[in-house]
């Protein structure tokens, strides 16, 4: 096989094709159309060559898999997005193909007719271009050389070179002639090594902190684009794989690591990277790259074709299938905004405003920047999730379907519509787009754990936990997998491995509020409240966002503290005021003091509203109604709150959560020994007992006996 993935032995009856206003040069690699070339990967010009070999002809998916990539760790999905790229590229439709037809589970055919006339076979070879370029290059150690091998490994909030690789595919360079792009050769190795190479975390060595995000997002953009280049392995860099690059070699299986630090100032960025060889410690290359600010997009390119043509020598488009992934906008301002957008995201609340805010303004520079709409589709599908929130949704919907019409075959956007699927009800689509981009490098992990969540979802546990252990394989240094397990467990009623798997995610990445809130949530359910408050603690010195408040409310409740229950709560209410389990909560509190229990209808009709509103548009969950029950029942709405009863214990009257709202429903209806019969169940499903001793409602009626 190639170096492009074309097979060596294909019978190649013509170097160029022409159908309707298409023109495919096999010689220059080259599609136009309509007079316009359509940039294609490698692999898919790879693909499109072999079908058109054999026109009207059922090219076997295996057939395909086999010539163009090796059949080597790959699943048949790698095929399917390239089949979208290239109908993407031909303006074909799925439904109603004029040139690329599906036959399902068998393979692809080539059915657009040939003009056998303008089949020609002297086509001319593209030459690449000279190479030029400013770096210096030595081999002796540059002048800013970045801090040596070994070095301790950093410890990163909500992992942030981690997530954004999920969330790019790959470091952007701009393509226009007039950026002056940056290419030189490189001098062949003295000898051959492996074709592997594991990126670390790209340092800022800049004097501002918060520009850590900028050096991270280049460095897991680095990681996704090499990881596109035939022959190149790219393994996934992890915390405890040692400190020196011997041991990086034998942990993480490269014969090479990639290290760089980058130093941004107002006007121009300078990043010294140098290439490491694991058998011996060696430095391979250095070099030090200095460009003004609006070229880093080509600096980047320049970096991953230099590590490219040293590990596997010339390329055979002359870097064009390296340029062609990095570049998902033109725009410098646009990038920053989208690098900042993630940072934001991936640092604490993934619901936050900030994020939102910089995905919007990434598109203000780039309207046609579909990776920024995909952040705000995922970003506002979280927000659907957490905040029980029906705007969010539709929020999601509309960036989601905008992002698709902008390119449907990025990665990012696909596994945007995945999350939307999901969260919609719609397993069985959510699950085809995850599958679409499970072989994508840098999101793997991620969609591997979107699979998990529809096993856990579909009461598959089994399968769940096997996806999880592949995506910890994918990606071993995201704690938010961890996180992710965590709540995942606990959804299955595996509460002490759910607590278990939040810790670790919070030794990961111990400046993540994010993970501790829903650590010290863990707690507070099972019951551990002591163990709970300074996990809250510490996570409302991170980021004191409204679950963390929540949280901390109802450890103050169950220490009998009902005035900084209150405090607390409110303090909820004012951040997220359009989530009705935080009204809930105050009407709670509230309740539980004579002095302020007039003032609790009031919060249980503003939490009954916002319940309602989530229950008609989506049917809502038995937790849901069962809360609704108990806020009806609050606001003299006896009849209504029955039949939430009803309807909730007809969803899933064994749920602990249900069977202790439909328990203060019924006791508070006069209903005392429905109210025993339910809490009963609640202990029956395992409901922490300290969460029923020290319910003031309980208490009063003598259920319970008060701690």
Known sequence: MTADGVPPNAPVVASRYCFDDVVVDLNARTLVRAGEVRTLEPKAFAVLALLLERPGELVPRDDLLDAVWGHRHVTPGVLTRVIAQLRHALDDDAQHPRYIQTRHALGYSFIGELRPDLVVNDAPTVQPPSAEGDARVSTAEPAAQPSSL??????????????????????????????????????????????????????????????????????????????????????????????????????????????????????????????????????????????PVGEIFAMQSAIAADVAAALVGALPDAGEGLRRRLAPTRNVAAFDAYLRGLHELLSGDRGNQRALDYFRQALAKDPGFARA??????????????????????????????????????????????????????????????????????????????????????????????????????????????AELGYQQYLANRR?????????????????????????????????????????????????????????GTVKYQHGDYAAAVALYRRATALSPDTYINFGNLGDALLARESTAGLAPEAFRRAAELA?????????????????????ANIGERERALAFVRASEARDGKDENVAYYNAETLLRLGDVEGARQRLAIARQAGIAESRLTTNRLFQRAGLVAAR
Not at 510 to 537: C, F, K, Q, V
Not at 622 to 631: E, I, K, S, V
């Open 150 to 291: 070994p070095r301790e490994p950093q410890t990163r909030g909500y992992p942030r070179a981690a997530w954004i690789v999920a969330m790019t595919l790959a470091a952007v360079v701009l393509v226009a002639t007039a950026i002056g792009l940056y290419r030189q050769r490189v001098t062949p190795l003295p000898h051959a090594i492996a074709p592997s190479v594991a990126v670390l975390p790209f340092r800022s060595l800049g004097p501002d902190p918060a520009d850590r995000y900028f050096a991270e997002g280049l460095g897991a953009e680095m990681q996704n684009a090499l990881a596109g280049v035939h022959g190149l392995q790219v393994a996934p860099w992890r915390a405890d794989a040692g400190n020196d690059a011997r041991s990086l070699g034998r942990r993480l299986g490269v014969a090479s690591v990639l290290d760089a630090a980058v130093r941004r100032g107002r006007d121009r960025v300078q990043i010294d990277a140098r290439l490491v060889e694991t058998s011996s410690g060696g430095t391979l290359w250095s070099r030090h790259y200095d460009r």
């Open 373 to 482: 709409q995909a952040g705000i589709c995922r970003t506002e599908t979280w927000r659907f999730e957490s905040q029980r929130n029906p705007d969010a949704f539709e929020s999601a919907q509309l960036a989601c379907r905008t992002a698709e019409n902008m390119d449907p075959t990025i990665g990012e956007v696909q596994l945007a519509m995945g999350d939307l699927y999901r969260v919609q009800g719609d397993d069985q689509k959510a699950g085809r787009y995850y599958r679409g981009v499970v072989d994508y490098p840098g999101l793997r992990a991620q969609a591997l754990v979107g699979l998990a969540k529809l096993d856990v979802a579909g009461g598959r546990v089994d399968d769940a936990l096997a996806h999880f252990r592949e995506a910890q394989q994918a990606n071993p240094s995201d704690a938010h997998v961890y």
């Open 496 to 552: 002490d491995d759910a607590i278990a798997s939040m810790a670790q995610a919070t030794r990961m990445a111990p400046d993540n509020g994010d993970y501790w809130s829903l650590y010290g949530g863990l707690l507070l359910t099972a019951g551990r409240t002591d163990a709970a408050e300074p996990a809250l603690e510490r996570a409302a010195t991170l980021e004191p966002d409204d679950r963390v408040l929540a949280n901390l």
């Open 612 to 632: 309602q509103h989530y229950v008609d548009f989506n049917g809502g969950e038995a937790t849901d109604l069962a809360a609704l029950g108990w806020y009806r």
